[in-house]
């Protein structure tokens, strides 16, 4: 089994910039890709942001600029510096680990997310 917990979340203004952290404990695979997904009500969840063991790094157009992801392998931790925040980037911020396989099938599994909320 694996856990994954988020922590950081909270109220900040418009432009201002929030931290959040992850990390991830259990059966743990070598080949993994750790990342940030987020959802608002009435709405399907979103990527945000991904990170993989080479620290290659993908951003979702709207994290671009103003989100750095980041991570500490070590500690299975995964971490999004986010920056020049917006109204809109209210949401309900989920930490995701994914397990490959050598077959390329995967595992996705989910912290139990982080309200984010981003006032006028």
């Known amino acids: 089994q694996v856990q994954v917990v988020e922590s950081g979340g909270g109220l900040v203004q418009a432009g201002g910039s929030l931290r959040l952290s992850c990390a991830a404990s259990?059966?743990?695979?070598?080949?993994?890709?750790m990342g940030w997904y987020r959802q608002t009500p009435g709405k399907q969840r979103e990527f945000v942001a991904s990170i993989g063991n080479a620290d290659d790094t993908n951003y979702a157009d709207s994290a671009k600029g103003r989100f750095t992801i980041s991570r500490d392998t070590a500690k299975n931790a995964v971490y999004l510096q986010m920056s020049s925040l917006k109204p809109d980037d209210t949401a309900v911020y989920y930490c995701?680990?994914?397990?490959?396989?050598?077959?390329?099938?995967?595992?996705?599994?989910w912290g139990q997310g982080t309200q984010v909320t981003v006032s006028s």
């Open positions: 259990g059966n743990i695979f070598s080949n993994n890709v």
């Open positions: 995701n680990l994914r397990n490959y396989y050598r077959s390329g099938f995967y595992i996705d599994y």
